[in-house]
């Protein structure tokens, strides 16, 4: 038996170093509403947490001791605490997997509810031993109770958000997609008037920032009634637990009689310290309201039933409105059973607005405690300012910047008569703007060195080599970070070449391919592309960590090849070899890896060939130095040309399909422009204004406008 409690004190630190995750993400992010990033409802964590509140659940085991039964209480306000915790996972769910989990958890919760009720019933739960004398401590068994009121209270809470989600998730959606649409025609105009600059880059990741934060679900969840409601419920419990503790703490350690033995101590330690810190989220986030704008009139009519939002109860009045199929009944059991199913589905309805009503007057309670602080601390300022305003306001300021205003028009809100505080929108932004700042301080050096070093893009000229036939059955065309990586092979291959130099050329390359393949992955999504970068990708593992091209050492390729021409007519052979073999054996179809290396041994045969046929005979005179400053010159020319459509991968990662996914996507786009400001503003300078911004995507296209510009 210790053993198995030392089971359950195991499941118990994984729930509580997920839910302390989750705090330090919140902290990190300043997301004072602590979203459920890691500790999320799932069948995971519901087995988990199964094992964790074995005590309650076990039926049979004596607890004689006061430290034995002080752990049972311990476990039920632990299974409050998480439940807490989870309540914002919810709006991360797809209604099957919303439906899935809070059947799940219902079992759950129901029988832990009935085996605590079995105990209390049968005395297990308040069996106590004094001079060897049973007795009943009814006091106890009234604690039991509380705690199996919290539990139901808290499914109940996760029905009801359950049913709020869906319908809020599609309101929210369809904000989205409107304020999305202003966002484009804005960066459409942009575009048209000139190059997007950094400054309208800024101010278009804000506006993705701004509709992200404010239409995050799980923001939406984390300010709702329940949710406050909720949180009073875990503040509840942790008074309870901690009430419990106290008054058991001077029997600890010698009065645990039960046969889990000194393990009981082990849980009841491990699960207090769990309630105590996983109180914070759930208690912080019952002042998520105040993010808002609220006015006394506003509060009184958000309390009144007939004020319920539509989005509480419209899943439960479209299943009223829907019918039942009856393939095989009668007319009168098809009026029977539909009118049950309405009179069931009515009640629903008005037991549905009663919970959230009662959410929304437990809500008040914290909101009007944090006025309480605010007016005593800010007496002076307030008192002035309740003489000057028509109305109490929770959040006050005249003044708003013309950004703010700006900013605003990108705000998602589930009800029109909320607004968000100023102070709200103005810690969104700083956020976004800290984050950029931050990542400034990231800039790459090494392939900012690279870039400085070229004077343009002509490199791409001399690069082109569709005049060199495919030798592939299949003809592909060059995604970006192929060429560079061959490109970045040849001159890794020439033994003259100093190792620090090289050393230098491949810091630059891989911190440009980082960028690159941001660029490849955003804007050439089709199979053929997808096929190219995964070959590039494969081959780049092999070239910068074990300096080999498909097996062979560089730059020892071959004793033979020692002057620049020996070696390129060795790159071209080998890769025409391997192409051939490849082809022959037809192992390229049914070999992704093979089909890889056919495509790699093809692109150093053209390169190659292409580099060959650019020097023609004079291709003997040219030293391995100056080859190497010639392709040098290639990488840092295509890196330049890729890297000119940075600024469109950035306005595009603002935006994504899936709500869960959308701050993230933003938080990446705004991280990425901090990261390559630089080099953004090195080459607006070299930019091409009459080259058609969607030929710039593709390496093709720049190639043939380096040959033949046109005005």
């Not at 009935?114 to 019933?121: P, R």
């Not at 062979?552 to 790159?571: E, G, H, V």
């Not at 330049?640 to 899936?658: D, E, F, G, R, W």
Request: proline fraction near 3%; aromatic fraction near 10%.
């Amino acid at each position: 038996m210790p053993w198995i409690g030392i089971y359950i004190t195991l499941a118990s630190l994984f729930c509580i170093v997920l839910m302390l995750a989750d705090l330090l993400h919140g902290f990190r992010n300043r997301k004072f509403w602590f979203p459920c990033k890691y500790f999320t409802l799932n069948a995971a964590s519901l087995t988990v947490i199964a094992i964790a509140i074995k005590l309650p659940m076990d039926l049979t085991t004596l607890m004689p001791g006061y430290v034995d039964r002080a752990a049972k209480l311990g476990s039920l306000s632990f299974m409050c605490t998480m439940m807490a915790n989870l309540l914002p996972s919810l709006a991360t769910m797809s209604s099957k997997e919303l439906v899935s989990n809070i059947i799940a958890l219902a079992v759950l919760v129901i029988t832990l509810v009935v085996n605590v009720c079995i105990q209390i019933n049968t005395g297990v739960i308040s069996y106590h031993e004094d001079d060897d004398h049973y007795v009943y401590m009814f006091r106890e068994d009234d604690c039991h109770y509380l705690y199996v009121g919290l539990l139901l209270t808290l499914l109940i809470i996760y029905a009801c958000s359950s049913l709020a989600i869906l319908k809020s998730k599609q309101i929210l959606e369809s904000k989205y997609q409107v304020a999305h649409q202003k966002a484009l025609k804005i960066n459409d105009d942009f575009q048209q008037q000139g190059i997007l600059t950094i400054e309208k880059l800024k101010q278009h990741v804000s506006n993705y920032w701004i509709m992200a934060g404010t239409g995050n679900p799980q923001f939406m969840i984390a300010s709702s009634a329940t949710t406050s409601a909720s949180g009073v419920i875990c503040a509840l419990s942790t008074t309870f637990q901690i009430l419990n503790m106290l008054f058991n703490i001077s029997r600890f350690p010698t009065d645990s009689k039960s046969d889990y033995k000194w393990s009981l101590l082990v849980i009841l330690i491990t699960q207090f310290i769990g309630v105590i810190l996983g109180t914070v989220a759930p208690l912080s986030r019952c002042f998520a309201s105040l993010s808002f704008k609220m006015s006394l009139k506003w509060i009184v009519n958000h309390v009144k039933v007939s004020n319920v939002e539509s989005y509480w109860t419209q899943k439960l009045y479209d299943w009223k409105q829907s019918s039942i199929p009856f393939p095989y009944s009668s007319r009168k059991c098809k009026i029977v059973i539909q009118s049950l199913k309405n009179l069931f589905l009515s009640i629903c309805i008005g037991f549905q607005k009663t919970v959230v009503v009662i959410c929304k007057m437990i809500r008040v309670i914290p909101i009007f405690f944090v006025v309480c602080v605010v007016y005593f601390l800010r007496c002076g300022k307030w008192l002035k300012a309740m003489f000057s305003a028509s109305s109490i306001k929770l959040v006050q300021n005249t003044e708003q910047p013309g950004k703010d205003k700006d900013l605003s028009r990108y705000v998602l809100q589930l009800q029109d008569d909320m607004e968000f505080a100023e102070r709200t929108l103005k810690g969104i932004s700083k956020s976004v703007n800290r984050l950029i700042q931050k990542a400034e301080k990231q800039q790459p050096k090494n392939l900012l060195k690279l870039l400085t070093g070229c004077g343009g893009f002509e490199g791409g000229e001399k690069f082109d080599s569709h005049h060199v036939p495919h030798l592939l059955s299949e003809e592909y065309l060059h995604c970006w970070s192929l060429p560079l990586v061959t490109l970045t092979t040849i001159a890794m291959s020439l033994p003259n070449i100093q190792k620090n130099i090289v050393d230098c050329l491949l810091s630059g390359v891989s911190e440009g391919l980082v960028y690159v393949t941001l660029v490849d992955e955003t804007l050439n999504i089709t199979d053929d592309d997808v096929c190219i970068q995964k070959a590039a990708k494969t081959l780049w593992v092999e070239v910068e960590v074990y300096h080999k091209w498909l097996g062979n050492k560089l730059p020892k390729l071959t004793p033979k090849a020692n002057t620049a021409k020996q070696i390129l007519q060795w790159l071209r052979d080998t890769g025409k070899n391997i192409v051939s073999e490849m082809e022959r054996t037809d192992m390229g179809v049914i070999d992704g890896s093979s089909k890889c290396k056919s495509i790699s041994a093809n692109s150093m045969y053209q390169t190659s060939e292409t580099i060959l046929r650019v020097y023609q005979e004079n291709i003997g005179q040219v030293s391995q130095e100056e080859l190497f400053a010639e392709l040098l010159s290639m990488i840092a020319d295509i890196l330049s040309a890729c890297l000119t459509n940075l600024p469109k991968v950035i306005a595009m990662k603002c935006h994504t399909s899936a709500a869960e996914k959308r701050e993230e996507s933003v938080h990446a786009a705004a991280q990425l422009l901090g990261e390559t400001m630089q080099i953004i503003n090195i080459l607006q300078d070299r930019e091409h204004q009459s080259m058609n911004s969607d030929d710039m995507v593709f390496i093709d296209k720049w190639c043939a406008y380096l040959k033949h510009p046109f005005p």
